[in-house]
């Protein structure tokens, strides 16, 4: 059965996506908009299966991005996808994000 929180954030994440990139921090707060004393690992569950079902889609892909630029800097592999890339980005860091392909 698929969480419809997953369902939610596909949706809102497609919906930001029409005016820009969306970084995968922006998917946490999304999700602590919606739900604040969500469980860490739940959000980290729903906002991985999210991206893979964004991804799955064919819809978007996983580029590189500097704060606060929106120009990529090119595509990032998913396999080298860690913990830390859902993390805010700090000032003039490179950060993961989805675009339109």
């Not at 990139?21 to 999700?31: A, I, P, R, S």
């Not at 004393?37 to 889609?57: C, G, P, V, Y």
């Not at 996983?62 to 120009?71: F, P, S, V, Y």
């Amino acid at each position: 059965m698929i969480d419809n929180r997953v369902t939610w954030l596909v949706n809102e994440v497609n919906d930001l996506l029409n005016v820009s990139n969306v970084g995968l921090y922006e998917f946490l707060w999304l999700l602590r908009g919606r739900q604040p004393t969500i469980e860490e690992t739940d959000m980290s569950r729903i906002a991985s299966d999210a991206l893979n079902q964004l991804l799955m889609e064919k819809s978007v892909k996983l580029i590189l991005l500097t704060w606060a630029n929106q120009d990529s800097e090119g595509d990032f592999d998913i396999s080298k996808l860690s913990a830390s890339d859902w993390n805010d980005p700090s000032s003039d860091a490179q950060y993961v994000a989805v675009a339109r392909i």
